[in-house]
């Protein structure tokens, strides 16, 4: 059974470019969340996706945006690149979070990004 | 300050020491996550846990919920322990994870 995978491992942008990072749950998970974690720091909240809509979302700006599919894999897409988007980018899937935080989260190996 | 803080920060071990991690949270939740990451960035979940104790192999984490407060605890530590363990808590109607900024562990030979 796999676990969650991204890709691409790793990527290197340049600044003003555009990003899509992609997500695959581990079998019969039904919500994907994304995580920024930026050297030496906890990761932070990006947003959530459930039945293709996005249910939460963190303190992040609109250039930052996503999507989940029928499959319940999702992307995350960031444009207008900034060097402050350097960071490795997580994906953790839960099986029918529904929002409600509880169910245990499964995380991928993350894409690390680097803007230059 | 911060929802999420861990302590310590860093900590250096001899193989073989009881290691303690703190956690300490400052709002409401229905869950705590103790999470492992290695260099190079994967995350491993270790424990969820909402009351109480749960105990795998080594590992062991406890939490008291009317403290906000909760601990993991690595018995006959090993050099394969050394990695970044991260707290996390998610509450109420909230999916997301709220992260404490870890602790990094090395545990020398």
């Keep these: ?116 | 300050k911060n929802e999420v803080e861990q302590s310590p920060q860093n900590l250096t071990a001899q193989e073989g020491e009881f290691i303690t991690i703190n956690c300490s949270y400052s709002v409401g939740i229905s869950a705590l996550h103790w999470l492992q990451q290695h260099p190079g960035g994967g995350i491993v979940s270790l424990f969820m846990l909402s009351s109480g104790k749960k105990k795998h192999g080594r590992l062991i984490a406890t939490i008291n919920i009317q403290e906000k407060h909760s601990s993991l605890h690595i018995t006959a530590s090993h050099p394969r322990d050394s990695a970044v363990y991260i707290c996390a808590v998610g509450g109420g109607s909230q999916g997301n994870l709220i992260f404490g900024k870890g602790t990094k562990l090395s545990v020398k030979p």
Aim: proline share 5%.
């Design chain 1, 1 to 116: 059974d796999a676990g969650v995978t991204q890709s691409p491992t790793h990527l290197i942008k340049t600044r003003g470019q555009q990003v899509t990072l992609r997500c695959s749950p581990k079998s019969g998970h039904d919500t994907v969340s994304w995580y920024q974690q930026a050297l030496g720091q906890g990761p932070q909240f990006i947003f959530q996706y459930y039945e293709e809509e996005e249910r939460q979302r963190g303190n992040f700006p609109d250039r930052f945006s996503g999507h989940q599919f029928p499959n319940y894999s999702s992307e995350l897409n960031v444009n207008a690149l900034w060097l402050g988007d350097s960071a490795l980018y997580l994906c953790a899937s839960t099986l029918n979070a529904r929002g409600t935080g509880v169910g245990e989260q499964y995380f991928g190996p993350g894409t690390r990004l680097t803007v230059t």
